[in-house]
C-alpha cells in the first residue's frame, strides 16, 4: 500500500534509514540515481519524489566525480549547505538556511545535527574528518525533532555507508594532486560464512600547506590524516540483522591560515617588534603570514556502534547503541603575528559520548501506520585550556600605554604606583609586589573546565492514509535535557586586576590630574569619591583609557553559592503533514514543524556571571576586581518552518521545489569580538525563501542540472548582540542566492571504454561577513562573493578501472570564509582566506 511507502520515507529516510537494501555487486552500487532513497526494514526502495521532506541526497558516484572529500566539499552540490572551517581543523560550522552553530566552543551543541549510520556527532571536532566509504550522504532541511533525538533545531547531514556484502569484492583508489596531495582509499568486503559478512577500509590524505608562513620557514594548511573503519554483518535469518561498525581517524595538521585584512593602528608596533615585518599587511590572498608558533591540532576521533534490525512481519524493532570518544589538542598563535605577543593558546579537550535509540515501526495493511521511538544522550567533557603573554607583550603594551597617554606613563610608573599604593594600604607585602610583572611572559590564565549532559528523547510519527493518494502526518518529541558544568580559571595577571577606582590609587589619580592642570579637589571629596569631577562638573577617572588593556581579569568561577552550575530544559515539539500525490510522478506537500535544542554553556574564558546576579554575588564576596558580565549559557533555541513543496519525476527530467519560513527564537549566537566570544540569545531570527532542486536528460548518457537557494533572513529581535541592538537588520554570511550548475555526460568508446565528462559551476551573491554595527556606522566590513568552477574527466576500463583528471575550484575564485577583529589589536582584522585551485589525477580500481 501506498501507506508503507510515505511511511518508511518519511520515517526512516529522516532516521538514516535502519538497515538499508544495497546492491551485491560493487557496479551497481556505484549506479546510484540520486532520485531513489533506499529504506530498510521490509526491504523496500522509495522514490525522492514520495518523500514528502526538503532534502537533498547526494549518492556515492556523483561524490566521487565530484572529488568531494569532506563535509566541506559537498556544500558545492548542496548549496543550501553551508561549511565554515575556523581557527582550527575542530572547529567547523555546518549551516542550512542560514541556521548553525557550534563552533569555537565545546559547551556549545551545533543547531545542525550530523549522523553517521544513525549515529549522532555531537561535536564539529567528530565530523570533520574524511568521509568514509558512501552510499549517500542526505541533507535534511528544517527542524527534523520527530525523527531524531537530538539538536536538530535548523537541520540534519545524514551520512549513510555501505555496510558488508556477502560476495567478495573491494576497490583500491589513489590520487595526486598539486601541492603534493595524495590521498589513497582501499576496502575489502566479503563473506565469513552464510551469515556473516565483512568489511575493512582505510583511507589516507596528505598535502602540503598551501599557505607558507614567512617567519617560521613552514607550511600552514596541510593536509595529514588517515583513518580505518571496520564492519561485521550478522544475518542469522531472514528477520535478524545485527550490523557493528568500529571506525578510528587521526589527524595531524598545521591549519588554519589567517590573513590580515586591514591593518589598523597597532599594525607599526608589531613591525617594529617583530624586527621588520610583523604581518603581510592587508594582503590575505597571498597565502603569505608571519607567526612564531605553528597552529598545531592533533585529533583522535574513535567509536563504535552495533545495530539490530528485527523484523516481526507487521512490525520492526530497530535498536542503535554507540559510544565514541574525541581527543582533540590544538595551539596556536592567535595574534596572528611574528611578534611574539601571545605564546600559547592551547586547548586540550576530550569528549566521551553514549547514545542509545530504540524505535519500532509499523507496516500495516490499515490506514494507519506509525513509528515510535525513544533516545537516551550521556555526554562528558572535560577541557584544560590555558592562554599567555609572550615575550614581547609587555613592550608592546608599553607601546599602547605610552600612545594612549601621550608618552606619560609606562609600566615601570605604573607598577611603581600601584605596588606602592597597595603597600601604604597595608594590602601588600612590599611596595614593588609588582614590579616586572604587568603583561609578563608567561603570565595569562589557565583553565579548567568540565560539562556532564544527560538528555532523553520520546519521539514519533503516525501516517493516516485518507485515501490511496492522500497521508496525513503527525509527529511529537518530548526531550529532556539536563546539562552540569564547572569552570576553574585562574588568572596570574597582575594588571588585569587592578582597580582603577579603588580608593588607595586616589593620590595617584591626583597627580595624573594635576599633570593634566585640574586642581585637585579636597581631601574628604577624594575618599568619598573614586572617580574626580572636573571643573566643568563632568567625571573622570584619567586611568580609565587604560581598562580596555586589562586582557586577562579575574574571574568569578562556578560553581558557587549563587552559580549552582546546572541548566534544565524540556520541550515538547510537534510536526503535521499532508502529503498528496497528484499524478504517478507528481507529489505537493504542506506542513508545519517546531524544533527545539536545549541550552548551550559557554565552556570558554569568556564565561562571566549575569548582571541579574551581581547583588547576590556581591553579597556572598564573590565579585571580582574589574568585575565584568555577560552570560554563563545560552538558553535554549526553538525553531518553527512553514514548508510546501513539490516534487516531480519523469522519465527526462525530475525535481523538488520547496516555499519556507522559518524561524528560531533564542538563537545561540557566539560572536568574537577581538578579546573574546560572546554568547548571548537573538530574539529571533527569520528566513524566508525556496529551494529548486532539478535535472533533465535530453538524450541518454547526457544530464543537466540545477540547484538554486534563495533566501532573505533577517535579525526580527536582536537587542544584546556584540553590537549592541541590531533588531531588524540582515545577519551576515548568509547569501541570498546561492546555486549550483551542473551537466554530466557519458560516452561508450567501445565495448570496453567509457568516458565521463562533468562539470559543476557554484555561485553565491555578495554577503556581508560580519554583522552590522548600528553604533558604529564606519566600522569596517567585509564581504563574500563565489564564483567557482569543479570539473573533472574519467576514462573507464571495462567498469573495474578508471582514470580521472579533476580540478576543484578551477576559477582560483578567492574569497575570505570568515572575517573578524584582530586578537589584542583594536582596529585591525583578519580573516580566513579560502583553499585557492586544486587539482590532480586519480586512479580506481575494483573487483
Keep these: 500500500m501506498r501507506i508503507a511507502k510515505f511511511l518508511t520515507a518519511t520515517a526512516l529516510s529522516g532516521v538514516v ?26 526491504k523496500r526502495e ?41 581557527q582550527s581543523s575542530a572547529n567547523t560550522n555546518f549551516i542550512i538556511r542560514g541556521f548553525g552553530n557550534g563552533a569555537n566552543n565545546a559547551g556549545i551543541e551545533p543547531s545542525v545535527g550530523v549522523f553517521i549510520d544513525g549515529v549522532y556527532r555531537s561535536r564539529s571536532a567528530a565530523q570533520i574528518g574524511d568521509l568514509p566509504n558512501l552510499e549517500r550522504v542526505e541533507v535534511l532541511r528544517g527542524p527534523q525533532s520527530t525523527l531524531f533525538g537530538k539538536n536538530a533545531s535548523a537541520g540534519v547531514i545524514s551520512i549513510i555507508t555501505q555496510k558488508p556484502q556477502f560476495e567478495f ?15 589513497a582509499k582501499a576496502d575489502i568486503t566479503g563473506p565469513i560464512s552464510d551469515t556473516i559478512a565483512f568489511s575493512l577500509a582505510a583511507n589516507l590524505n596528505k598535502r602540503d600547506g598551501y599557505a607558507r608562513d614567512l617567519n617560521l620557514g613552514t607550511d600552514v594548511n596541510e593536509r595529514n590524516r588517515y583513518g580505518v573503519r571496520g564492519q561485521l554483518l550478522i544475518e542469522p535469518s531472514d528477520d535478524l540483522s545485527i550490523r557493528l561498525i568500529g571506525d578510528y581517524d587521526h589527524i595531524n595538521e598545521d591549519c588554519c591560515v589567517a590573513g590580515n585584512v586591514v591593518n589598523g593602528p597597532t599594525g607599526a608596533i608589531v613591525d617594529a617588534l617583530a624586527g621588520g615585518i610583523g ?11 608571519y ?28 535498536s542503535i547503541t554507540a559510544y565514541r570518544g574525541v581527543d582533540s589538542y590544538s595551539n596556536q598563535d592567535s595574534d596572528f603575528t611574528a611578534a611574539d605577543l601571545l605564546s600559547q593558546n592551547a586547548n586540550d579537550t576530550q569528549i566521551r559520548t553514549f547514545t542509545q535509540e530504540l524505535r519500532v515501526a509499523s507496516d500495516f495493511d490499515g490506514p494507519i501506520n506509525f513509528l515510535l521511538g525513544g533516545y537516551y544522550f550521556n555526554e562528558k567533557i572535560d577541557i584544560a585550556n590555558a592562554i599567555k603573554f609572550g615575550d614581547d607583550f609587555r613592550a608592546y603594551g608599553n607601546a599602547l600605554i605610552g600612545a594612549a597617554t601621550g608618552g606619560a606613563l609606562n609600566f615601570n610608573i605604573l607598577e611603581a604606583a600601584f605596588g606602592g599604593s597597595d603597600f601604604a594600604a597595608g594590602l601588600a607585602p612590599s611596595p614593588a609586589v609588582y614590579a616586572n610583572r604587568f603583561f609578563a611572559s608567561g603570565t595569562g590564565y589557565d583553565e579548567v573546565y568540565t560539562f556532564k549532559d544527560k538528555a532523553y528523547s520520546l519521539f514519533g510519527t503516525v501516517d493516516f492514509e485518507i485515501t490511496d493518494d492522500l497521508i496525513l502526518t503527525g509527529g511529537l518529541n518530548y526531550t529532556n535535557d539536563r546539562k552540569k558544568f564547572s569552570a576553574n580559571v585562574l588568572a596570574t595577571e597582575p594588571f588585569s586586576a587592578i582597580d582603577f577606582d579603588a580608593p588607595q590609587y586616589t593620590a595617584f589619580r591626583q597627580q595624573l590630574l594635576l599633570g593634566a592642570g585640574v586642581a585637585p579637589p579636597t581631601a574628604a571629596f577624594l575618599a568619598a569619591n573614586p572617580t574626580i569631577t572636573l571643573p566643568d562638573g563632568s567625571s573622570a577617572n584619567p586611568l580609565a583609557g587604560l581598562k580596555a588593556l586589562q586582557f586577562f581579569p579575574p574571574v568569578v568561577n562556578l560553581p558557587n553559592a549563587v552559580e549552582d552550575g ?12 499532508l502529503a498528496y500525490q497528484v499524478a504517478p510522478s507528481l507529489n505537493v506537500y504542506a506542513s508545519y514543524a517546531t524544533g527545539f535544542k536545549a541550552s548551550s554553556i559557554n565552556l570558554s574564558r569568556d564565561t562571566r556571571p549575569s548582571a541579574d546576579d551581581a547583588a547576590a554575588l556581591g553579597a556572598a564576596g564573590l565579585l571580582q576586581p574589574n568585575q565584568t558580565f555577560g552570560s554563563r549559557f545560552a538558553g535554549p533555541e526553538n525553531a518553527t518552518v512553514y514548508e510546501v513543496g513539490i516534487k516531480g519525476n519523469w522519465d527526462v527530467a525530475a525535481f523538488n521545489l520547496t516555499f519556507f519560513t522559518q524561524s528560531i527564537k533564542g538563537f545561540q549566537s557566539n560572536v568574537f569580538n577581538g578579546t573574546g566570544f560572546e554568547l548571548a540569545n537573538a530574539g529571533k531570527q527569520t528566513t524566508k525563501g525556496f529551494e529548486f532542486d532539478g535535472n533533465v536528460t535530453p538524450m541518454d548518457g547526457l544530464r543537466f542540472s540545477v540547484a538554486v537557494v534563495y533566501l532573505d533572513p533577517i535579525y526580527d529581535s536582536f537587542p544584546n548582540s556584540v553590537y549592541g541592538d541590531i533588531s531588524g537588520t540582515t545577519p551576515s554570511t548568509i547569501p541570498a542566492l546561492s546555486t549550483t550548475l551542473g551537466v554530466d555526460y557519458d ?15 557554484h555561485y553565491e551573491s555578495k554577503v556581508n561577513l560580519i554583522d552590522d554595527n548600528p553604533a558604529d556606522p564606519t566600522s569596517p566590513n567585509f564581504t563574500r562573493e563565489i564564483n567557482a568552477l569543479n570539473a573533472s574527466a574519467t576514462l573507464s576500463y571495462n567498469e573495474n578501472m578508471k582514470f580521472t583528471i579533476w580540478g576543484r575550484n578551477l576559477t582560483n575564485a578567492k574569497y575570505l570564509t570568515t572575517a573578524f577583529p584582530a586578537v589584542g589589536q ?22
Design 17 to 42: 534509514a535502519t538497515c538499508p537494501v544495497y546492491a551485491q555487486d560493487v557496479q551497481d552500487q556505484e549506479a546510484f540515481d540520486d532520485n531513489v532513497i533506499i529504506v530498510t526494514a521490509s
Design 46 to 86: 522509495t522514490t525522492l519524489q514520495e518523500t514528502p521532506i526538503a532534502v537533498t541526497v547526494t549518492g556515492a558516484e556523483e561524490i566521487a566525480k565530484a572529488q568531494v572529500r569532506d563535509l566541506s566539499d559537498l556544500q558545492t552540490l548542496a548549496p543550501t549547505l553551508r561549511v565554515n572551517q575556523l
Design 169 to 183: 569484492g573491494g576497490s583500491a583508489e589513489l590520487s595526486y594532486g598539486n601541492y603534493n596531495a595524495i590521498i
Design 279 to 289: 604581518l603581510d599587511a592587508e594582503n590575505p590572498f597571498s597565502y603569505n603570514v
Design 291 to 318: 607567526t612564531n608558533l605553528p597552529s598545531e591540532n592533533r585529533i583522535k576521533n574513535y567509536g563504535g556502534s552495533a545495530q539490530v534490525d528485527y523484523d516481526l512481519g507487521s512490525l520492526s524493532l530497530t
Design 566 to 577: 546546572r541548566t534544565k530544559d524540556d520541550k515538547l515539539t510537534y510536526t503535521a503533514r
Design 747 to 761: 560516452v561508450v568508446l567501445s565495448d570496453m571504454l567509457g568516458l565521463n565528462l562533468r562539470a559543476d559551476y
Design 826 to 847: 583594536a582596529g585591525s582584522f583578519s580573516g580566513y582566506p579560502n583553499q585557492p585551485r586544486t587539482y590532480g589525477v586519480t586512479a580506481r580500481y575494483k573487483f
